[in-house]
T-cell receptor, first 117, second 115 residues
Framework: AQKVTQAQTEISVVEKEDVTLDCVYE???????LFWYKQPPSGELVFLIR??????QNEISGRYSWNFQKSTSSFNFTITASQVVDSAVYFC??????????????FGTGTRLQVTL | DAGVIQSPRHEVTEMGQEVTLRCKPI?????LFWYRQTMMRGLELLIY????????DSGMPEDRFSAKMPNASFSTLKIQPSEPRDSAVYFC?????????????FGPGTRLTVT
């Protein structure tokens, strides 16, 4: 069975601080995908990133960066110089890899990030 | 391009009534997912379809829930009869299901309140 753990329920930071959201996963699959989604106060789920299990390269996109470490089954998300607009609930998710088709997402419980002035 | 479309956006109904939620996936996507979000259980998969065929419905709570996908551009999730514990936000998501795009794109959700 797959499982995603986001131990941080809520994080509060002051604008311009860096913040890291932790994600630890469990799976028996050798090939899988990891995702991060953002849910702002408006409620929609916004896709941020997908990472394949065989690609451990870290990724940076603007102020966002992701650190995937297969050895520790972790896929952490860092926001550099946080802004008020980053305030949201962030979900880490896991899916098995199937050829030619998508598979269901197993979500963590989410981390609520509050960025204040 | 239009994203995933869900209707209605809000639904308030009385216990015992039938509720039908609708979803139009992104054109060209061949996988469709129904998720439910509650405070108690978080985000959980109810059912998903690949090429209009149900693949995994193990998340459907009970026989009161049913889902259909009669064609590639439309799906429904029906609850009959509805109960207060069904109150939640129901999300529909679709995916192209081909590399490099396995991402699931979510609709805005339907907030269901059963009184």
């Amino acid at each position: 069975a797959q499982k995603v753990t986001q131990a941080q329920t809520e994080i509060s930071v002051v604008e311009k601080e860096d913040v890291t959201l932790d994600c630890v996963y469990e799976t028996r699959d050798t090939t899988y995908y990891l995702f991060w989604y953002k849910q702002p106060p408006s409620g929609e789920l916004v896709f941020l990133i997908r990472r394949n299990s065989f690609d451990e390269q870290n990724e940076i996109s603007g102020r966002y960066s992701w650190n995937f470490q297969k050895s520790t089954s972790s896929f952490n998300f860092t926001i550099t110089a946080s802004q008020v607009v980053d305030s949201a609930v962030y979900f880490c998710a896991l899916s098995e890899a199937q050829i030619g088709t998508a598979s269901k997402l197993t979500f963590g419980t989410g981390t609520r990030l509050q960025v204040t002035l | 391009d239009a994203g995933v479309i869900q209707s209605p956006r809000h639904e308030v109904t009385e216990m015992g009534q039938e509720v039908t939620l609708r979803c139009k996936p992104i054109s060209g996507h061949n996988s469709l997912f129904w998720y439910r979000q509650t405070m108690m259980r978080g985000l959980e998969l109810l059912i998903y379809f690949n090429n209009n065929v149900p693949i995994d419905d193990s998340g459907m709570p009970e026989d009161r829930f049913s889902a259909k996908m009669p064609n590639a551009s439309f799906s429904t999730l029906k609850i009959q009869p509805s109960e207060p514990r069904d109150s939640a936000v129901y999300f529909c998501a679709s995916s192209a299901g081909t590399e490099p795009i396995y991402e699931q794109y979510f609709g805005p959700g339907t907030r269901l309140t059963v009184t």
